[in-house]
């Protein structure tokens, strides 16, 4: 399990490191709530690639290994450690000839899906926007704690329950 004083720790290191990072996932949307609305499995970080070596050298110092899974890509990676935190690692490119456009896992996306700010713990954090967590969290097959992310963005932020989550 990732707990509110792990991901604090984790996000001040990012924070000393100098390297860009924005929080993601089930800790991204309580980022944007502010407070912690249910245990969470990991973090998914997203780094822009040109610090990649830096965030995972800090990682590898702090007893973190790869753990190869399914969905193990370049662009995506998981680590654990001893303790059984995990850290789901996302790499961001940007392309100095699309201002506009920022890529991970193969796709386009706006760069304005970066311009979520939050807080976890007290700590100001960068992460996704309300609305690209909407959009993230549709197209597969949602578990409870999707459900509760959604509902839950849905009612703080006064947005339009995607359809895919209105019969469930």
């Known amino acids: 399990m990732m707990n509110e004083r792990d991901v604090v720790e984790l996000l001040q290191e990012i924070e000393r490191l100098g390297v860009a990072a924005w929080v993601g996932g ?3 949307v309580d980022a944007l709530i502010g407070s912690e609305t249910r245990p969470h ?3 998914d970080i997203y780094v822009a690639a040109h610090g990649a070596d830096k965030f995972l050298d800090m990682l590898k110092s702090r007893g973190y290994t790869e753990v190869v899974t ?3 890509t370049q662009a995506h990676t998981v680590w654990q450690d001893l303790q ?3 850290v789901d690692l996302h790499l961001i490119e940007f392309r100095e000839d699309d201002a506009q456009s920022l890529y991970f896992e193969g796709e386009a996306y706006p760069r304005w899906v ?3 700010e939050g807080s976890i713990g007290g700590l100001s954090v960068r992460c996704f926007t309300a609305e690209a967590q909407l959009l993230f969290h549709q197209g597969y ?3 409870e704690k999707d459900i509760q992310d959604v509902l839950l963005l849905c009612k703080t932020y006064g947005l339009e ?4 989550y209105k019969n469930i």
């Open 161 to 164: 329950v995607p359809e895919e």
């Open 141 to 143: 097959e949602h578990s």
């Open 26 to 28: 089930g800790w991204g």
């Open 84 to 86: 059984g935190r995990v």
């Open 70 to 72: 399914e969905y193990t």
């Open 114 to 116: 970066l311009d979520g």
């Open 41 to 43: 499995g990991d973090i």
